[in-house]
């Protein structure tokens, strides 16, 4: 049996951060996700769907995440139910994440600037290991600035330098 989603949308609004009494974090956020149709060109439909995140994970998306930011989110649907008020029976089904990226940068400006595609630098977190987008820089090759007309801070670009890697630092 497999339980997998992969959702790509904006948030609705800001992530709501909170801890349980045991003191885990829980993130919950919507997120509008484009549906396909086939009728007029000019309606666009959108799904809501409720995403929740725990622990590190959590408190990574309430950091970085805002409304309106794009993010691909990777997880499980989850139905659950209570009974409210007025003893009647609530379903509600949801998404924990366990893999959340940012596809946009935090600080894109009007028209786009900014917006990494789903495989390009963009951040992630993931429930395993927390915020994964890098950090630190990198001196590959001996020259100490990268001066490539802008403020340039992804630590993986190589400016296409080659990159020299020992044979005992590969993994296989």
Same mark, same amino acid.
């Given at each position: 049996?497999?339980?997998r ?5 904006r ?28 009728g007029?060109r ?16 959590? *408190?990574?998306? %309430?950091?970085?995440? @805002? ?6 989110v +990777? &997880?499980?649907? #989850?139905? !659950?139910?209570y ?10 089904? *949801?998404?924990? %994440?366990?893999?959340? @990226? ?6 894109? +400006? &009007?028209g786009? #600037?900014? !917006? ?10 993931s ?23 802008g ?10 330098r ?11």
């Amino acid at each position: 049996m497999l339980n997998r989603v992969i959702l790509i949308g904006r948030l609705t609004r800001d992530p709501e951060l909170r801890y349980t009494p045991a003191g885990v974090a829980v993130t919950q956020f919507t997120l509008a996700v484009d549906r396909s149709f086939s009728g007029n060109r000019e309606e666009r439909e959108a799904d809501f769907i409720p995403i929740v995140t725990w622990r590190q994970l959590a *408190e990574t998306c %309430a950091n970085y995440l @805002r409304k309106g930011r794009l993010a691909a989110v +990777e &997880g499980r649907i #989850q139905v !659950r139910n209570y009974e409210n008020n007025e003893g009647r029976r609530v379903y509600v089904t *949801e998404v924990i %994440a366990d893999n959340v @990226r940012f596809l946009e940068s935090p600080n894109r +400006e &009007g028209g786009g #600037q900014g !917006r990494d595609d789903a495989y390009g630098s963009a951040p992630a977190a993931s429930a395993g290991g927390g915020y994964g987008g890098g950090g630190g820089s990198s001196n590959r090759s001996g020259s100490g600035s990268r001066s490539s007309g802008g403020n340039n801070n992804d630590p993986f670009a190589d400016d296409g330098r080659p990159i020299d890697i020992s044979d005992d630092d590969l993994p296989f």
